[in-house]
Protein backbone atom coordinates (compact mmCIF):
# COMPACT_ATOMS: atom_id res chain seq x y z
CA UNK A 1 0.00 0.00 0.00
CA UNK A 2 1.01 3.51 -0.80
CA UNK A 3 1.82 4.89 2.36
CA UNK A 4 4.76 7.08 2.72
CA UNK A 5 7.02 6.54 6.01
CA UNK A 6 6.38 10.14 7.23
CA UNK A 7 2.10 9.09 6.84
CA UNK A 8 2.76 5.76 8.46
CA UNK A 9 4.67 7.67 11.36
CA UNK A 10 2.02 10.19 11.44
CA UNK A 11 -0.54 7.25 12.18
CA UNK A 12 1.10 6.11 14.34
CA UNK A 13 1.56 9.49 16.41
CA UNK A 14 -2.21 10.28 16.33
CA UNK A 15 -3.36 6.81 17.11
CA UNK A 16 -1.03 6.84 20.33
CA UNK A 17 -2.46 10.08 22.08
CA UNK A 18 -6.02 9.86 23.64
CA UNK A 19 -8.20 13.09 23.47
CA UNK A 20 -10.76 13.08 26.16
CA UNK A 21 -13.78 15.10 24.78
CA UNK A 22 -17.39 16.38 25.69
CA UNK A 23 -18.56 16.22 22.12
CA UNK A 24 -20.42 12.86 21.34
CA UNK A 25 -18.61 10.13 19.35
CA UNK A 26 -19.47 7.03 17.34
CA UNK A 27 -17.02 3.75 18.72
CA UNK A 28 -17.58 2.15 15.91
CA UNK A 29 -15.82 5.26 13.74
CA UNK A 30 -12.85 5.86 16.73
CA UNK A 31 -11.62 2.73 15.68
CA UNK A 32 -10.84 3.76 12.12
CA UNK A 33 -9.17 6.95 13.00
CA UNK A 34 -6.21 8.01 11.19
CA UNK A 35 -5.93 3.80 10.07
CA UNK A 36 -5.81 3.83 6.36
CA UNK A 37 -7.60 0.76 4.35
CA UNK A 38 -6.04 -0.36 1.51
CA UNK A 39 -7.96 -0.13 -1.99
CA UNK A 40 -6.32 -1.15 -5.26
CA UNK A 41 -2.63 -1.92 -5.91
CA UNK A 42 -1.49 1.65 -4.34
CA UNK A 43 -4.38 3.23 -2.83
CA UNK A 44 -6.23 3.85 0.33
CA UNK A 45 -8.87 5.61 2.62
CA UNK A 46 -8.98 6.73 6.01
CA UNK A 47 -10.88 8.61 8.40
CA UNK A 48 -9.30 12.27 9.35
CA UNK A 49 -12.03 13.45 11.14
CA UNK A 50 -15.54 13.55 11.47
CA UNK A 51 -18.95 14.72 13.52
CA UNK A 52 -22.01 13.26 14.44
CA UNK A 53 -23.71 9.89 15.18
CA UNK A 54 -26.83 8.37 14.60
CA UNK A 55 -28.47 10.34 17.81
CA UNK A 56 -27.47 13.43 15.87
CA UNK A 57 -29.52 12.73 12.64
CA UNK A 58 -32.70 11.94 15.37
CA UNK A 59 -32.14 15.54 16.99
CA UNK A 60 -31.76 17.16 14.14
CA UNK A 61 -35.17 15.78 12.88
CA UNK A 62 -36.81 15.94 16.33
CA UNK A 63 -36.30 20.01 16.23
CA UNK A 64 -37.06 19.91 12.81
CA UNK A 65 -40.54 18.06 12.88
CA UNK A 66 -41.22 18.98 16.44
CA UNK A 67 -44.42 16.77 17.89
CA UNK A 68 -44.80 15.02 14.72
CA UNK A 69 -41.93 12.27 15.30
CA UNK A 70 -43.45 11.68 18.72
CA UNK A 71 -45.25 8.88 17.51
CA UNK A 72 -41.62 7.15 16.22
CA UNK A 73 -41.07 4.90 19.14
CA UNK A 74 -37.00 4.41 18.65
CA UNK A 75 -33.93 5.97 16.88
CA UNK A 76 -33.60 3.21 14.22
CA UNK A 77 -37.51 3.74 13.87
CA UNK A 78 -37.03 7.36 13.25
CA UNK A 79 -34.01 7.33 11.06
CA UNK A 80 -35.50 4.20 8.70
CA UNK A 81 -38.54 6.94 8.15
CA UNK A 82 -36.39 10.24 7.36
CA UNK A 83 -34.95 7.83 4.27
CA UNK A 84 -37.90 5.89 3.35
CA UNK A 85 -39.75 9.44 2.72
CA UNK A 86 -36.21 10.94 1.18
CA UNK A 87 -35.85 13.75 3.98
CA UNK A 88 -32.71 15.13 3.59
CA UNK A 89 -31.78 17.58 5.83
CA UNK A 90 -30.86 15.58 9.28
CA UNK A 91 -28.28 13.44 7.13
CA UNK A 92 -26.63 16.78 6.69
CA UNK A 93 -25.61 16.76 10.48
CA UNK A 94 -22.71 14.09 9.78
CA UNK A 95 -20.04 14.86 7.88
CA UNK A 96 -16.66 13.16 7.32
CA UNK A 97 -13.11 14.05 6.01
CA UNK A 98 -11.22 11.11 4.65
CA UNK A 99 -7.56 10.75 3.20
CA UNK A 100 -7.79 9.08 -0.60
CA UNK A 101 -4.97 7.66 -2.42
CA UNK A 102 -6.55 7.41 -5.74
CA UNK A 103 -5.30 7.24 -9.66
CA UNK A 104 -5.91 10.27 -11.50
CA UNK A 105 -8.60 8.49 -13.99
CA UNK A 106 -10.57 7.51 -11.02
CA UNK A 107 -9.94 10.93 -9.09
CA UNK A 108 -11.97 12.21 -12.20
CA UNK A 109 -14.88 10.29 -11.95
CA UNK A 110 -15.03 11.15 -8.27
CA UNK A 111 -14.98 15.21 -8.80
CA UNK A 112 -18.13 15.06 -10.27
CA UNK A 113 -19.60 14.41 -7.45
CA UNK A 114 -19.36 18.42 -6.80
CA UNK A 115 -21.14 18.28 -2.91
CA UNK A 116 -17.89 17.62 -1.03
CA UNK A 117 -15.14 19.90 0.35
CA UNK A 118 -11.77 18.80 -2.15
CA UNK A 119 -8.50 19.97 -1.18
CA UNK A 120 -5.64 17.78 -3.63
CA UNK A 121 -1.76 17.20 -3.76
CA UNK A 122 -0.75 19.74 -6.00
CA UNK A 123 1.65 18.59 -8.82
CA UNK A 124 2.21 22.04 -9.26
CA UNK A 125 4.24 22.27 -6.17
CA UNK A 126 5.34 18.84 -5.50
CA UNK A 127 6.75 16.18 -7.46
CA UNK A 128 4.29 13.00 -8.25
CA UNK A 129 5.30 9.51 -6.54
CA UNK A 130 6.90 7.01 -9.36
CA UNK A 131 3.19 4.65 -8.64
CA UNK A 132 0.93 3.55 -11.05
CA UNK A 133 -2.40 1.72 -11.32
CA UNK A 134 -1.72 -1.53 -13.23
CA UNK A 135 -4.95 -3.84 -13.59
CA UNK A 136 -4.74 -7.34 -11.65
CA UNK A 137 -5.19 -9.23 -15.05
CA UNK A 138 -8.96 -10.75 -13.84
CA UNK A 139 -9.68 -6.46 -14.57
CA UNK A 140 -8.28 -6.36 -18.40
CA UNK A 141 -11.81 -6.61 -20.13
CA UNK A 142 -12.89 -6.06 -23.67
CA UNK A 143 -15.30 -3.45 -24.52
CA UNK A 144 -18.91 -4.48 -23.61
CA UNK A 145 -21.10 -4.89 -26.85
CA UNK A 146 -24.41 -4.06 -24.73
CA UNK A 147 -22.95 -0.62 -22.59
CA UNK A 148 -20.81 2.00 -24.15
CA UNK A 149 -19.61 2.84 -20.21
CA UNK A 150 -19.31 -1.06 -19.44
CA UNK A 151 -16.57 -4.20 -19.44
CA UNK A 152 -17.39 -7.14 -21.55
CA UNK A 153 -15.58 -10.34 -21.16
CA UNK A 154 -11.99 -10.36 -19.88
CA UNK A 155 -8.95 -10.66 -22.26
CA UNK A 156 -7.07 -13.35 -22.12
CA UNK A 157 -3.61 -15.04 -22.93
CA UNK A 158 -1.43 -13.16 -25.16
CA UNK A 159 -3.84 -10.44 -25.31
CA UNK A 160 -4.03 -9.84 -22.09
CA UNK A 161 -0.58 -10.13 -21.67
CA UNK A 162 0.06 -7.51 -24.38
CA UNK A 163 -1.79 -4.45 -23.14
CA UNK A 164 -0.70 -4.97 -19.51
CA UNK A 165 3.50 -4.88 -20.99
CA UNK A 166 2.00 -1.52 -22.79
CA UNK A 167 0.52 -0.19 -19.21
CA UNK A 168 3.65 -0.96 -17.57
CA UNK A 169 6.18 0.38 -20.35
CA UNK A 170 4.09 3.56 -20.77
CA UNK A 171 3.69 4.74 -17.47
CA UNK A 172 7.58 4.08 -16.43
CA UNK A 173 8.75 5.58 -19.80
CA UNK A 174 6.59 8.60 -19.37
CA UNK A 175 7.40 9.09 -15.56
CA UNK A 176 11.25 8.49 -17.06
CA UNK A 177 10.56 11.49 -19.32
CA UNK A 178 8.49 13.74 -16.50
CA UNK A 179 11.66 13.11 -14.14
CA UNK A 180 14.45 14.36 -17.05
CA UNK A 181 12.39 17.53 -17.99
CA UNK A 182 11.91 18.70 -14.26
CA UNK A 183 15.59 17.71 -13.74
CA UNK A 184 18.24 20.91 -12.88
CA UNK A 185 21.30 18.84 -13.21
CA UNK A 186 23.16 20.65 -16.22
CA UNK A 187 19.90 22.48 -17.28
CA UNK A 188 17.06 24.46 -16.21
CA UNK A 189 14.61 22.00 -15.91
CA UNK A 190 11.14 22.01 -17.08
CA UNK A 191 8.29 24.15 -14.32
CA UNK A 192 6.63 21.12 -12.60
CA UNK A 193 3.47 22.67 -13.87
CA UNK A 194 4.11 22.02 -17.06
CA UNK A 195 6.04 18.70 -17.02
CA UNK A 196 2.84 17.15 -14.79
CA UNK A 197 0.82 17.29 -18.67
CA UNK A 198 3.07 14.34 -19.85
CA UNK A 199 2.03 11.62 -16.98
CA UNK A 200 -0.09 9.27 -17.52
CA UNK A 201 -3.98 8.94 -16.15
CA UNK A 202 -3.34 5.84 -13.73
CA UNK A 203 -0.69 7.48 -11.82
CA UNK A 204 -1.75 7.77 -8.08
CA UNK A 205 -2.72 11.17 -6.56
CA UNK A 206 -4.20 12.08 -2.98
CA UNK A 207 -6.62 14.27 -1.63
CA UNK A 208 -8.76 15.21 1.55
CA UNK A 209 -12.53 14.98 0.72
CA UNK A 210 -15.26 16.62 3.47
CA UNK A 211 -18.55 15.76 2.79
CA UNK A 212 -22.03 15.14 4.78
CA UNK A 213 -23.60 11.95 4.91
CA UNK A 214 -26.75 12.89 3.16
CA UNK A 215 -24.42 13.92 -0.15
CA UNK A 216 -21.99 10.75 0.98
CA UNK A 217 -24.97 8.41 0.34
CA UNK A 218 -25.77 9.82 -2.56
CA UNK A 219 -22.53 9.12 -4.07
CA UNK A 220 -22.47 5.49 -2.09
CA UNK A 221 -25.74 4.80 -4.19
CA UNK A 222 -24.19 5.58 -7.37
CA UNK A 223 -20.47 4.26 -6.84
CA UNK A 224 -20.96 1.23 -4.76
CA UNK A 225 -23.57 -0.17 -7.05
CA UNK A 226 -22.74 -3.49 -8.77
CA UNK A 227 -22.26 -1.59 -12.31
CA UNK A 228 -20.58 1.44 -11.28
CA UNK A 229 -16.55 1.36 -12.51
CA UNK A 230 -14.52 -1.66 -10.70
CA UNK A 231 -11.83 0.85 -9.75
CA UNK A 232 -14.42 3.26 -8.02
CA UNK A 233 -16.72 0.73 -6.68
CA UNK A 234 -13.90 -0.76 -4.31
CA UNK A 235 -12.75 2.63 -2.95
CA UNK A 236 -16.76 3.08 -2.01
CA UNK A 237 -17.46 -0.68 -0.59
CA UNK A 238 -14.10 0.70 1.73
CA UNK A 239 -16.07 3.55 2.43
CA UNK A 240 -19.25 1.83 2.75
CA UNK A 241 -17.60 -0.37 5.63
CA UNK A 242 -16.70 2.62 7.36
CA UNK A 243 -19.84 4.16 7.29
CA UNK A 244 -21.94 0.77 8.66
CA UNK A 245 -19.50 1.13 11.63
CA UNK A 246 -19.91 5.19 11.91
CA UNK A 247 -23.66 5.68 11.87
CA UNK A 248 -25.56 2.10 11.84
CA UNK A 249 -28.78 2.89 11.81
CA UNK A 250 -28.40 5.09 9.02
CA UNK A 251 -26.70 2.80 7.05
CA UNK A 252 -28.68 0.02 7.73
CA UNK A 253 -31.73 2.32 6.28
CA UNK A 254 -29.19 3.23 3.26
CA UNK A 255 -28.77 -0.39 2.16
CA UNK A 256 -32.62 -1.39 2.69
CA UNK A 257 -34.05 1.75 0.52
CA UNK A 258 -31.30 3.01 -1.22
CA UNK A 259 -28.59 0.80 -2.53
CA UNK A 260 -30.65 -2.56 -2.33
CA UNK A 261 -34.01 -1.24 -3.71
CA UNK A 262 -34.78 0.09 -6.94
CA UNK A 263 -36.68 3.08 -8.76
CA UNK A 264 -39.49 2.23 -11.11
CA UNK A 265 -41.05 4.64 -13.63
CA UNK A 266 -44.47 5.52 -13.44
CA UNK A 267 -44.99 3.16 -16.61
CA UNK A 268 -42.95 0.44 -15.27
CA UNK A 269 -45.00 0.58 -12.04
CA UNK A 270 -48.05 0.05 -14.18
CA UNK A 271 -46.70 -2.72 -15.96
CA UNK A 272 -45.98 -4.45 -12.52
CA UNK A 273 -49.35 -3.75 -11.23
CA UNK A 274 -50.67 -5.26 -15.09
CA UNK A 275 -49.00 -8.37 -14.44
CA UNK A 276 -49.81 -8.62 -11.02
CA UNK A 277 -53.58 -9.21 -12.50
CA UNK A 278 -52.45 -11.68 -14.78
CA UNK A 279 -51.73 -9.78 -18.17
CA UNK A 280 -49.15 -11.42 -20.66
CA UNK A 281 -47.16 -8.13 -21.51
CA UNK A 282 -44.65 -7.66 -23.75
CA UNK A 283 -42.33 -4.71 -24.73
CA UNK A 284 -45.04 -3.68 -27.51
CA UNK A 285 -47.66 -3.47 -25.36
CA UNK A 286 -45.93 -2.36 -22.09
CA UNK A 287 -45.15 1.22 -23.27
CA UNK A 288 -42.10 0.85 -22.30
CA UNK A 289 -38.60 1.26 -24.11
CA UNK A 290 -36.78 -1.82 -25.33
CA UNK A 291 -34.00 -0.50 -22.96
CA UNK A 292 -36.38 0.39 -20.22
CA UNK A 293 -38.38 -3.20 -20.88
CA UNK A 294 -35.11 -4.87 -20.48
CA UNK A 295 -34.08 -2.91 -17.05
CA UNK A 296 -37.28 -3.82 -15.85
CA UNK A 297 -37.13 -7.17 -16.50
CA UNK A 298 -33.28 -7.65 -15.09
CA UNK A 299 -35.17 -6.19 -11.76
CA UNK A 300 -37.98 -8.58 -11.49
CA UNK A 301 -35.67 -11.47 -12.22
CA UNK A 302 -33.36 -9.79 -9.50
Known sequence: MGLSPDQL??????????????RATAPGIEAHLYEARPVLDHGFVRVVDYMGDDAAICQA??????????SVQND???????????????????????????????ARQW?????????EYSARYS???????????????????????????TLEGEEAARVLEMLKADSTRA?????SMISTEGQQGLARELARMNLPANIYTQWYWKVDLHNLFHFLRLRADAHAQYEIRVYAEEICKVVADWV????????????????LSAT???????????????????????REWRELDAVLKG
Open 127 to 153: ILDREFYIPAPEHVAAQSEVNNQGRGA
Open 76 to 106: EGLIRYLMRHWHSTPFEMCEIKLHVKLPVFV
Open 268 to 290: ALDCVRRMLKGEELTQETSGLTK
Open 248 to 263: PFAYGAFEEYRLGAQT
Open 61 to 70: ARVSYGRGTK
Open 175 to 179: YDNYQ
Open 111 to 119: IRHRTANVN
Open 9 to 22: AEIAELRSEARPTL
